[in-house]
């Protein structure tokens, strides 16, 4: 069974079989908790709400009718719930994190390359608190769509889905997103040398 497509754990789930919602749960589980916990901070929070997801997931499975891809559909639910979580809260997302590939890191200004120089990692500190807040000052739905290109790997397609919204308006939103960080990092690229 942990061979199975989703779409025929779906369907045993649907006529009754707990162990096959288990596999869901057991495949999907870690991808979950990564993405609530780019809205949100606290580690014990997170497990609440990936579970509020993974529980509205199970009551709402007899309703699914296999439009999308079943862990699209999840990712929804559990987006949902982390707004949910955070509208009842009346907390701001926290950050993303982000990890500069090595093609990127070849592209830094020099002052950023050297690991161990003193003036290098105060550089990286400043660029990483400045991409920190760029990404924290994004609105919810620009974020959430970065997120899930970024550091989900969704096609396009996949997060029009998952954020109830047109391929375009998802194409505009990472763009925008990526606009907005790009203009409060360049200041930061376009220094050389010692200040």
Same mark, same amino acid.
């Given at each position: 069974?942990?061979?199975?497509?989703?779409?025929?754990?779906?369907?045993?789930?649907?006529?009754?079989?707990?162990? %096959?919602?288990?596999?869901?749960?057991?495949?999907?589980?870690?991808?979950?908790?990564?993405?609530?916990?780019?809205?949100?901070?606290?580690?014990?929070?997170?497990?609440?709400?990936?579970?509020?997801?993974?529980?509205?997931?199970?009551?709402?499975?007899?309703?699914?009718?296999?439009?999308?891809?079943?862990?699209?559909?999840?990712?929804?639910?559990?987006?949902? $719930?982390?707004?949910?979580?955070?509208?009842?809260?009346?907390?701001?997302?926290?950050?993303?994190?982000?990890?500069?590939?090595?093609?990127?890191?070849?592209?830094?200004?020099?002052?950023?390359?050297?690991?161990?120089?003193?003036?290098?990692?105060?550089?990286?500190?400043?660029?990483?608190?400045?991409?920190?807040? %760029?990404?924290?000052?994004?609105?919810?739905?620009?974020?959430?769509?970065?997120?899930? $290109?970024?550091?989900?790997?969704?096609?396009?397609?996949?997060?029009?889905?998952?954020?109830?919204?047109?391929?375009?308006?998802?194409?505009?939103?990472?763009?925008?997103?990526?606009?907005?960080?790009?203009?409060?990092?360049?200041?930061?690229?376009?220094?050389?040398?010692?200040?």
């Amino acid at each position: 069974m942990a061979q199975s497509t989703d779409q025929e754990l779906v369907r045993r789930v649907k006529k009754g079989d707990q162990a %096959a919602f288990d596999l869901l749960f057991t495949r999907y589980q870690h991808r979950i908790h990564q993405l609530i916990s780019r809205f949100i901070r606290d580690p014990e929070e997170v497990l609440d709400v990936a579970q509020e997801a993974f529980i509205k997931a199970w009551r709402a499975l007899p309703q699914f009718r296999g439009d999308s891809q079943f862990y699209t559909w999840l990712y929804r639910i559990a987006v949902n $719930c982390a707004k949910n979580h955070l509208a009842g809260r009346d907390r701001r997302p926290s950050t993303i994190d982000f990890d500069l590939d090595d093609e990127e890191a070849g592209s830094l200004p020099d002052r950023l390359r050297d690991p161990d120089d003193p003036e290098s990692l105060n550089a990286r500190d400043e660029l990483e608190t400045a991409i920190f807040a %760029a990404v924290a000052e994004l609105p919810e739905d620009l974020r959430s769509a970065l997120s899930l $290109c970024e550091f989900d790997g969704m096609s396009y397609e996949e997060i029009a889905a998952v954020m109830d919204c047109p391929v375009g308006t998802v194409r505009s939103r990472i763009f925008r997103a990526r606009e907005a960080i790009d203009e409060r990092i360049r200041p930061l690229l376009g220094r050389r040398g010692t200040r």
